[in-house]
């Protein structure tokens, strides 16, 4: 109790002042940080530096090179500051109204793979395994976002890890270039092979009704196949947004714009390759 009395004003005291605050979101944002690149984007004398990084105390520490990162208790102060409760909150049941969502979009099972990529990994392989098989035998794999007939039917596992890896390294690339997020490689890659589960489990549906007829337009579908279509591409973005807010830690929006963009460019190349092939959808 009195350890929480002592840290508790000093902390308040840390994120009073709005200089401070910019600075622990900076730190934040770029997760490791020099004191030149501090200086560059401040523009403030050094002793007046020095003083801020000095009040914000043990919300920041410094790696072996002296560069600034922000330590447990620095993470948490900055997800207050970036409105981030949802992502530092330790359970389920902190989400309050919103936990049927989080738990709909796997958010569990990518904080799992986020904690231990390496734990995680063999299930995430017997995952691209399964799908891997399985668009060998249905002849249809996800190019992209639009899972599509393809002969031979050796070809849909070829397309299937490709469009996977594709899709892996375009959120890694924009992550990278808007938010500078370089962490995680390993578990967003199998985050997104996770997210490959309702576009193949369309493919399965699909191909058990035999009365249906598959054309390469939109406009020629039935309106029921329209919807489900659509509504499994939603479910689709939507696990690939959940990844990036839980794995790369971005804030809704952050992760909403670069899944945005990432499905704008999924989307065009997908009709690009399936015209260029004459693949069916």
């Given at each position: 109790m009195s350890s929480k009395k002592r840290t508790t004003p000093e902390l308040w005291k840390a994120l009073s002042n709005e200089i401070r605050?910019?600075?622990?979101?900076?730190?934040?944002?770029?997760?490791?940080?020099s004191f030149t690149e501090i200086q560059t984007r401040f523009q403030m004398k050094v002793g007046t530096l020095y003083h801020h990084i000095?009040?914000?105390?043990?919300?920041?520490?410094?790696?072996?090179?002296?560069?600034?990162l922000l330590t447990e208790k620095g993470k948490r102060a900055y997800a207050l500051i970036?409105?981030?409760?949802?992502?530092?909150?330790?359970?389920?049941?902190?989400?309050?109204?919103f936990s049927f969502f989080h738990v709909f979009f796997l958010r569990p099972l990518f904080q799992f793979i986020e904690r231990d990529a390496i734990r995680s990994l063999g299930f995430s392989v017997l995952i691209f395994i399964g799908l891997t098989v399985a668009t060998y035998f249905l002849s249809v794999a996800p190019i992209f976002m639009?899972?599509?007939f393809i002969t031979p039917?050796?070809?849909a596992p070829v397309f299937f890890i490709l469009s996977t890896i594709l899709t892996y390294i375009l959120f890694e690339i924009l992550t990278i270039l808007f938010f500078?997020?370089?962490?995680?490689?390993?578990?967003?890659?199998?985050?997104?092979?996770?997210?490959?589960?309702?576009?193949?489990?369309?493919?399965?549906?699909?191909?058990?009704?035999?009365?249906?007829?598959?054309?390469?337009?939109?406009?020629?579908?039935?309106i029921w196949v329209i919807i489900l279509f659509f509504f499994v591409q939603l479910i689709y973005a939507g696990l690939l947004m959940e990844a990036v807010i839980v794995i790369k830690e971005l804030r809704l929006e952050k992760a909403?714009?670069?899944?945005?963009?990432?499905?704008?460019?999924?989307?065009?190349?997908?009709?690009?390759?399936m015209n260029m092939l004459e693949v069916a959808i």
């Open positions: 605050r910019e600075l622990l979101s900076y730190i934040g944002e770029r997760r490791v940080v000095d009040t914000l105390g043990e919300l920041i520490t410094q790696d072996q090179s002296k560069r600034y970036e409105d981030e409760l949802d992502i530092a909150a330790p359970g389920i049941q902190a989400y309050g109204k639009f899972p599509s039917p050796y070809f500078r997020r370089k962490n995680n490689k390993l578990a967003l890659l199998q985050a997104v092979v996770v997210a490959q589960i309702p576009l193949l489990l369309l493919s399965i549906l699909v191909s058990f009704i035999s009365d249906f007829e598959y054309t390469t337009s939109i406009l020629q579908m039935e909403g714009s670069i899944s945005l963009l990432a499905i704008l460019v999924l989307n065009g190349l997908a009709f690009v390759i």
